[in-house]
């Protein structure tokens, strides 16, 4: 084991890969300044594209630049949450970004649990996101939009599938796991009631999505995942989730005859989809209330301090 040190503080979990932001707990002042951040982590990854692309051939960069990119935009943010949590170390309570409170169940079992609950999750936010689209595409002007907003996603997550499950099924839920649920939502169910830090971290999640498609469903499993993670502590809960939804979406645009598919309507007869909605709809509600058998330990929800000895 290696320890990690902070301030002179040894954290006894030594296997918490997040143990070193554990001390910074933003509220939603701290939530706008992470997003500044965040943001400014986005216009320097533009910045480090632009820089491949003058050494390297486009199709390289467009294949694998955001490869590169996507981590960097969180940088920022993570360095700025490092350097709080360090000073706030000495004076303040750490609270742990990933916690293992599984109540009566063991590890494997609500690990099942969590993917069945996923599965849920994607068929019921189907219906709210179709229509979302519908509205937000009345006008021919959205229409362009939103057909510029998929050219550029395709543009940057277009290469190879390798790379392209490793930058959404594998980065994706890392770094904004860590962002939304480990810092946000973990800082915001210290500072207000939980149903409200739920709900604004999902609004968090779904801003930083930055276009209004993806946003609804962010919102929705946004809220799911903080669920989860007031009811467990656990990132990698959540972590699996994304993992789920984000590698699912890769590897169904693989299949040839789902390629035109943008909803899981597309896919089915519309007898047989409604079928499927239902019993999607009732995986997620019993899943959920399997969560909610999981017992609180305070009302922030079940998210560990930080252990520590000092030397």
Known sequence: MVPVFTKGRKVKNNYDLYANHAWYVPGVRGMFVLLGWFLLGNLLGGLVQLMLGAFLPQQIVQDYGMLVVYPLSFMPAMVYAAQKSQRNSLFETGYKLNS???GPFKGWQIALITVALTVGTMISADLPNYWNFKLTTATPAMKSFYDFIMELMNQMTGGPLWSSFLLTAIFAPIFEEWLCRGMVLRGLLTKMKPSWAIVVSALFFAVIHLNPWQALNAFIIGVVMGYVYYKTGSLWLTMLIHFVNNGAAVVLSQIPALQEADFWMDMMP?????????LGVALLVSCLLVFRRIPLEQ?????????????
């Open 270 to 278: 519309q007898q047989t989809y409604y079928m499927v909605y239902v």
């Open 299 to 311: 009302q922030r929800g079940n998210i560990d301090t930080v252990e520590l000895s000092v030397e």
């Open 100 to 102: 293992c409170n599984f």
